[in-house]
T-cell receptor
Framework: EPEVTQTPSHQVTQMGQEVILRCVPISNHLYFYWYRQILGQKVEFLVSFYNNEISEKSEIFDDQFSVERPDGSNFTLKIRSTKLEDSAMYFC????????????FGNGTRLTVT | GDSVTQMEGPVTLSEEAFLTINCTYTATGYPSLFWYVQYPGEGLQLLLKATKADDKGSNKGFEATYRKETTSFHLEKGSVQVSDSAVYFCALSFPTGNQFYFGTGTSLTVIP
């Protein structure tokens, strides 16, 4: 069964550094998402992406965050200048876009900002 | 606005006990409803779904029925196993905008 893949599985970075989290969504999917989950807490929506542009974003997704689909297969999340509170699991997800399609999630990238 | 409210956890049950995790939603229109499961150290996996009123989703012995009159989608399993220990998330989506809303998650621990 096709799956969403994310790399790396764990990223450690120093405060103020830039990080790029990478995702390969399922190939025939049209909608792409980033969610984050601070340890033991709820899954929070960050951004959705369709037709090469952001379709919706949450208040968490401020100017420090950006997303890109550089080559038709990868979908990346960039955090320009990381803060301690950015430490979390970041999940990429995709869906085919029909009215009943579920989200398919990757296994996540654990980001630790020190 | 649209939202999902889940039963607070954590929930601890003995093996073979009956499980119910409550989920209610607030939405205008006709959302699709989902239960996702997150095993320790993993991502969220779709457990089951229902796309219209009175539909019953089922998978791995879990069931949930889309109840429009009570705006609920409670998750049930007749006999839980240790391997069911995980966090369970209720979610809804709308076809327009492809936005998904998640509940806060309910942690389940099943003890032998």
């Amino acid at each position: 069964e096709p799956e969403v893949t994310q790399t790396p599985s764990h990223q450690v970075t120093q405060m103020g550094q830039e990080v790029i989290l990478r995702c390969v969504p399922i190939s025939n999917h049209l909608y792409f998402y980033w969610y984050r989950q601070i340890l033991g807490q709820k899954v929070e929506f960050l951004v959705s992406f369709y037709n090469n542009e952001i379709s919706e974003k949450s208040e968490i997704f401020d100017d420090q965050f950006s997303v890109e689909r550089p080559d038709g297969s990868n979908f990346t999340l960039k955090i320009r200048s990381t803060k301690l509170e950015d430490s979390a699991m970041y999940f990429c997800a995709s869906t085919g876009g029909s009215s009943t399609s579920p989200l398919h999630f990757g296994n996540g990238t654990r980001l630790t900002v020190t | 606005g649209d939202s999902v409210t889940q039963m607070e956890g954590p929930v601890t049950l003995s093996e073979e006990a009956f499980l119910t995790i409550n989920c209610t939603y607030t939405a205008t229109g006709y959302p699709s409803l989902f239960w996702y499961v997150q095993y320790p150290g993993e991502g969220l996996q779709l457990l089951l779904k229902a796309t219209k009123a009175d539909d019953k989703g089922s998978n791995k012995g879990f069931e949930a029925t889309y109840r429009k009159e009570t705006t609920s989608f409670h998750l049930e399993k007749g006999s839980v196993q240790v391997s069911d220990s995980a966090v369970y998330f209720c979610a809804l989506s709308f076809p327009t905008g492809n936005q998904f809303y998640f509940g806060t998650g309910t942690s389940l621990t099943v003890i032998p």
